[in-house]
């Protein structure tokens, strides 16, 4: 019996143990971006994309021009984190990519390329937020409550 009770033992002992490795190696998500700055980089991204979708609908090459300019401004900013993913900081310069070429598909008034361009970057914008809810886990609220503010335009 003395036996099968230290067997007992070493078993609850292994089991604990396994435990304790298996809670210490449970990798916890980052905390969810509270951040009022973050969020009205988002919300000025959403506002540059819906004046590209204006001067796409509406033909104006100028329109399309200012919005994907303010979109990389946007993307550039230094305050836009990528908090060390390589897949973030992948699509966030994909976007920049984008929005340069939409400001060139403005400039030789190519609104099919326009269109196109800003197609696949709305692509890249699903896939970034799938990637930021679904494996990051920063995208604890899906609905910001602040308001759409379109970032400054200087025009120098």
Same mark, same amino acid.
């Given at each position: 019996?003395?036996?099968? $009770?230290?067997? %007992?033992?070493?078993?609850?002992?292994v089991?604990?143990?396994?435990?304790?490795?298996?809670?210490?190696?449970?990798?916890?998500?980052?905390?969810?971006?509270?951040?009022?700055?973050?969020?009205?980089?988002?919300?000025?991204?959403?506002?540059?994309?819906?004046?590209i979708?204006? #001067?796409?609908?509406?033909?104006?090459?100028?329109?399309?021009?200012?919005?994907?300019?303010?979109?990389?401004?946007?993307?550039?900013? %230094?305050?836009?984190?990528?908090?060390?993913?390589?897949?973030?900081?992948?699509?966030?310069?994909?976007?920049?990519?984008?929005?340069?070429?939409?400001?060139?598909m403005?400039?030789?008034?190519?609104?099919? #390329?326009?269109?196109? %361009?800003?197609?696949?970057?709305? %692509?890249?914008?699903?896939?970034?937020?799938?990637?930021? $809810?679904?494996?990051?886990?920063?995208?604890?609220?899906?609905r910001?409550?602040?308001?759409?503010?379109?970032?400054?335009?200087?025009?120098?």
């Amino acid at each position: 019996m003395t036996a099968l $009770r230290q067997w %007992t033992w070493i078993a609850c002992g292994v089991l604990v143990a396994a435990g304790v490795v298996y809670a210490a190696g449970d990798r916890q998500p980052p905390a969810p971006i509270g951040n009022k700055q973050q969020a009205a980089l988002m919300l000025a991204k959403i506002a540059s994309s819906q004046r590209i979708v204006d #001067g796409l609908v509406c033909k104006d090459f100028d329109e399309i021009g200012r919005g994907a300019a303010e979109l990389v401004r946007i993307c550039d900013a %230094t305050q836009w984190s990528a908090r060390g993913d390589k897949v973030y900081v992948h699509y966030r310069d994909e976007l920049r990519r984008q929005a340069q070429k939409m400001s060139k598909m403005a400039k030789e008034k190519n609104l099919d #390329g326009a269109a196109f %361009t800003y197609m696949h970057s709305l %692509t890249t914008c699903i896939g970034c937020h799938e990637h930021c $809810r679904d494996v990051l886990h920063i995208s604890a609220d899906q609905r910001p409550k602040y308001k759409i503010v379109p970032i400054p335009v200087n025009e120098e």
